[in-house]
């Protein structure tokens, strides 16, 4: 069934204004039923606003927001739907597809896009004990060094550290830094996997000796921790130094693992410190206070030395190192504070930072201007200037 442009502009607004008579919904819905070629997961994370907006309008709730859909029947009608709805918004014939590099920066009404900005990439910069720098990104490939009995390798985007001989030489510290924009995983010398998220810090000794293990960590990074009996592991996180030297000589907010994988954001921009435990156990402590959590659980460092234990939500914990923005009731600031860091913009609000809430995931291997359609169709009005994310 062909049908004009006109048409089912017309349809996709009756349908958002909750207007479409019986037959008109009919026709709505045959407009999917031609075998249109259609991919789930590609299309969700830009269309599921959208939908959101449609779903609120029924329903009589507000419009803002992005909100995960569960399927049903209807389900893959409704994902062709949100193509239309996106046509309309966009005012252009755009569908999406999972390939960056040829998808054109295509703006919606309302959002201007003076400069674009791609997503972030696998990039750190490694600084060896020798004082030695050395730039990783996804291209490279092969041993970029040696210490003592091990070689660096960087593999797969990530750095690994493969044993070939006697530990030997001299003991020191390596780091390994992430800019805005990037991220990157490294296997330390005991086995142990960091993924590192933008604009991190984690310095590490070259050998793990002494029977213990001790890393420190700036910005945030996801930890599955090897098991070595009798040879604890310790992450002593930066920030949780504040207030050290004014409260009588406090101790740094300290993770001691008991278990094995678990998230630690420690930002300086954000109002608390969190650690989230997914797997096995944990022991978070600053100072005189103490706690111990539980898989599901997280803990946030609220002003010098007060641990909060709640649930947690893990999944927006560590969608970050899946591939995805996940946010469960997240402010405007909360959602900029990461597009700032991920796409290396600066955030500047013009009328004051807007009340909208946001729950559901998106991809993060999109350009910006992708996302600000979502922001857009949510009622959040961007514009991106230079490196600058104004939001109006």
Same mark, same amino acid.
């Given at each position: 069934?062909?049908?004009?442009?006109? @048409?089912?502009?017309?349809?996709?607004?009756?349908?958002?204004?909750?207007?479409?008579?019986?037959?008109?919904?009919?026709?709505?819905?045959?407009?999917?039923?031609?075998?249109?070629?259609?991919?789930? &997961?590609?299309?969700?994370?830009?269309?599921?606003?959208?939908?959101?907006?449609?779903?609120?309008?029924?329903?009589?709730?507000?419009?803002?927001?992005?909100?995960?859909?569960?399927?049903?029947?209807?389900?893959?009608?409704?994902?062709?739907?949100?193509?239309?709805?996106?046509?309309?918004?966009?005012?252009?014939?755009?569908?999406?597809?999972?390939?960056?590099?040829?998808?054109?920066?295509?703006?919606?009404?309302?959002?201007?896009?003076?400069?674009?900005? &791609?997503?972030?990439?696998?990039?750190?910069?490694?600084?060896?004990?020798?004082?030695? @720098?050395?730039?990783?990104?996804?291209?490279?490939?092969?041993?970029?060094?040696?210490? +003592?009995?091990?070689?660096?390798?960087?593999?797969?985007?990530?750095?690994?550290?493969?044993?070939?001989?006697?530990?030997?030489?001299?003991?020191?510290?390596?780091?390994?830094?992430?800019?805005?924009?990037?991220?990157?995983?490294?296997?330390?010398?005991?086995?142990?996997?960091?993924?590192?998220?933008?604009?991190?810090?984690?310095?590490?000794?070259?050998?793990?000796?002494?029977?213990? @293990?001790?890393?420190?960590?700036?910005?945030? +990074?996801?930890?599955?921790?090897?098991?070595?009996?009798?040879?604890?592991?310790?992450?002593?996180?930066?920030?949780?130094?504040?207030?050290?030297?004014? &409260?009588?000589?406090?101790?740094?907010?300290?993770?001691?693992?008991?278990?094995?994988?678990?998230?630690?954001?420690?930002?300086?921009?954000?109002?608390?410190?969190?650690?989230?435990?997914?797997?096995?156990?944990?022991?978070?402590?600053?100072?005189?206070?103490?706690?111990?959590?539980?898989?599901?659980?997280?803990?946030?460092?609220?002003?010098?030395?007060?641990?909060?234990?709640?649930?947690?939500?893990?999944?927006?914990?560590?969608?970050?190192?899946?591939?995805?923005?996940?946010?469960?009731?997240?402010?405007?600031?909360?959602?900029?504070?990461?597009?700032?860091?991920?796409?290396?913009?600066?955030?500047?609000?013009?009328?004051?930072?807007?009340?909208?809430?946001?729950?559901?995931?998106?991809?993060?291997?999109?350009?910006?201007?992708?996302?600000?359609?979502?922001?857009?169709?949510?009622?959040?009005?961007?514009?991106?200037?230079?490196?600058?994310?104004?939001?109006?």
């Amino acid at each position: 069934m062909h049908m004009s442009t006109e @048409r089912i502009q017309y349809l996709v607004r009756r349908y958002l204004d909750g207007l479409l008579t019986p037959e008109e919904l009919e026709e709505f819905n045959r407009l999917f039923e031609d075998g249109t070629d259609y991919r789930e &997961a590609d299309w969700e994370p830009l269309f599921e606003t959208v939908m959101a907006r449609a779903d609120a309008v029924e329903a009589g709730k507000p419009r803002s927001g992005l909100l995960r859909l569960q399927g049903g029947g209807v389900r893959r009608m409704r994902w062709l739907a949100a193509a239309v709805v996106l046509f309309v918004i966009a005012g252009t014939a755009w569908l999406l597809e999972r390939s960056p590099s040829v998808r054109p920066a295509v703006a919606a009404a309302g959002v201007v896009v003076v400069h674009d900005a &791609a997503p972030g990439s696998s990039k750190a910069m490694l600084t060896l004990a020798d004082g030695q @720098r050395v730039a990783l990104d996804s291209t490279q490939g092969g041993v970029i060094g040696r210490q +003592g009995g091990e070689e660096l390798v960087s593999r797969d985007q990530q750095l690994v550290y493969e044993q070939v001989g006697e530990v030997s030489g001299g003991y020191g510290y390596n780091v390994l830094t992430t800019p805005r924009g990037g991220q990157y995983t490294v296997v330390l010398p005991d086995g142990t996997k960091v993924w590192l998220n933008a604009d991190s810090y984690l310095r590490y000794p070259t050998t793990f000796t002494g029977g213990k @293990r001790e890393v420190e960590l700036r910005g945030e +990074g996801y930890f599955e921790v090897a098991a070595r009996a009798g040879e604890p592991f310790r992450v002593n996180v930066l920030r949780g130094k504040r207030g050290a030297e004014v &409260a009588g000589g406090l101790e740094p907010l300290r993770v001691d693992v008991l278990g094995t994988h678990f998230n630690i954001m420690d930002y300086e921009d954000e109002p608390v410190l969190r650690t989230t435990l997914v797997e096995g156990a944990v022991r978070v402590s600053k100072g005189v206070a103490a706690v111990v959590l539980r898989p599901g659980q997280q803990a946030r460092l609220e002003g010098e030395d007060r641990l909060v234990v709640s649930e947690a939500d893990v999944e927006e914990a560590v969608a970050w190192k899946n591939g995805l923005f996940k946010f469960d009731g997240a402010g405007i600031g909360q959602v900029m504070r990461q597009l700032s860091r991920w796409y290396d913009l600066d955030v500047e609000y013009i009328h004051g930072e807007p009340k909208d809430r946001f729950q559901g995931e998106l991809y993060r291997d999109v350009r910006v201007s992708e996302l600000l359609k979502i922001l857009e169709a949510s009622g959040v009005h961007c514009a991106v200037e230079g490196k600058k994310l104004l939001v109006k």
